[in-house]
């Protein structure tokens, strides 16, 4: 009897071809020997000191993106020099993290090298972003490079979709583009893992999720394998890999950057809750720095959602009245990320600002599920992600699967009225918030990023704490401050409704968690937003 042969499912076959791909991409004398990984990520913060030259880590450990315009500016470094340097940077770190999807060293030298003919040629800088090595979310196109979306069924898409406006302006800036970073399968889960490229360990400890989407940014960002990085964010996709891997991250107003286009036709989302486009960096200087520049550059002339809004010069802000809310006591957070912020609160106060404790406020476990609803509504005859999955019978992964496939399958709306009722809800969530921050007479809003520090893989739950000022379409930034330095008890149990939802508090899992606080204003108070963020930047981390 001859024995049956059990074919390879197709999508893992592709998957494999894919990954080899990319690796070939990364020049021989850079690879990673494997039998050096394991203990490289014992520390993966400390490996390039090991791996790279003097000279790339002078240029990469440059304190911010405009201390390297300075250096490219007066012609003390080459744009091939830096690009060189961040990307040997990036090619370690995607083999330690998994932080890297699309890598075009070959595309990014060149660039550089055009860079350099032109300050040859002219004695100046060609842009505000001449020669800085910036890299972008998978989900943004670039001419030539496939925008996989992590979905083996969209392997070989190079060129299906225009090149995202975003990648246009940014290279009108003067930017260096030379890889595309990890997200989830779907992008609708807080962790970084999909059956293409695998999963985005955390830099800070590889046991602990780099959060998501935009999870290869976080990860890339934290090990300055990139200046800048350029994320979306739709339910804390920019804030969550920021606060996991301790990084700054900004989420401006919907259509304030550009963000079209993605590699997959638009979906339903504009009905009521839209992607926001916005940076990642490791100083508060080069956030406000990358989003005044785009801002500058009118993006509304790239991308049509944009709204025409002009740069608002703000005033120096000297004293802040402060919101603070420590936590929904229906989504109770974790010790640390209270202290974090009792801490932080007090060192403003004693800054001089003035602290206003806002306890009557919408729930944000309401807030979730309406966004929830939102994000699911279908119109019939589109294709979702998930269904472009199923039908390719490619495997969710565990922290999609886990929680029923029903719970993230777009439901195709009965009728209108389901639609409006909604949005109805949402708009009612948008007058609560103004009526708090106008009758607190407050500048700004602290609030936790998410209920706990970075948390194991596939545990992080639900993300109500950011998804709400999508709802709402408030602009939010994320400023790392802290770590945990104190042991608390463990939580004995939940409530049945937060069960499975997101981590119990375990100080063996937490104890060497690093803290951040989220920020908050009104919608399209950007300028607002970065000013005072960059004064309690100030007196937080004493920049």
Known sequence: MTPSI????????KAEAKREAVKARIPTEWLIDANN?????????????????AKELEITQTASA????????????????????????????????????????????????????????????IGPFHGLPISVKDSFNINDIDTTLGITEFI????????????????????????????????????SENNIFGRTLNPNDVSLTAGGSSGGEGALVR??????????????????????????????SSNRLPYNTRGYEDGPFSLGIETSSGPLANTFEDLKFFFDTVVEKKPWAYDVNCSPSPLIKTEPIEKLRVGVIYECPLLPVHPPVKAALRVAAHKLEKAGHEIVTIKDFPSYDDGWKVALSIFTIQIEGDEDLIEVLLRAEEPLIKSLSQGGIDHYVPKVADNLKEVVKLLRERKGFCQKW????????????????????APPHDTYGIA?????????????????????????????????????????????VFSKGLTSIQIVTPRALEEKLLAAGELIDKVLNKV
């Open 37 to 53: 990984l394991k203990e490289l990520r014992e520390d993966v913060m400390a490996a390039p000191a090991k791996l790279l030259t």
């Open 464 to 508: 109500p704490y950011t998804s709400m000022w999508n709802l709402v379409d408030y602009p939010a930034l994320v400023i790392p401050y802290g770590k945990v330095e104190t042991t608390y008890e463990a939580t004995a149990e939940y409530e049945p409704h937060l069960e499975g939802i997101y981590s119990k508090y375990d100080p063996e």
């Open 434 to 453: 103004l009526e708090i921050f106008t009758k607190n007479n407050i500048d700004v809003l602290i609030t936790p990023p998410s209920p706990s520090t």
């Open 6 to 13: 059990i074919s390879e499912p197709a999508w893992k076959s």
């Open 156 to 191: 070989g898409n190079a060129n299906k979709f225009p090149q995202a406006s975003m990648v246009n302006l940014l290279l009108d800036l003067g930017a260096v583009l030379y890889i595309k970073t990890n997200i989830p399968q779907t992008m609708m889960t807080a962790d």
């Open 66 to 125: 405009l201390e390297l315009l300075r250096k490219l500016a007066t012609g003390k470094l080459s744009a091939v020099e830096v690009a060189s340097a961040f990307m040997h940077r990036a090619a370690v770190a995607t083999q330690l993290t998994n932080c890297g999807t699309e890598i075009f060293f070959d595309i990014g030298l060149e660039r550089a090298k055009y860079l350099d003919e032109y300050y040859a040629k002219h004695g100046k800088l």
């Open 223 to 252: 090990q300055r394998g990139s200046i800048i990085g350029v994320g979306t964010d739709i339910a804390g996709s920019i804030r969550i890999p920021s606060a996991c891997c301790y990084t700054y991250g900004l989420k401006p």
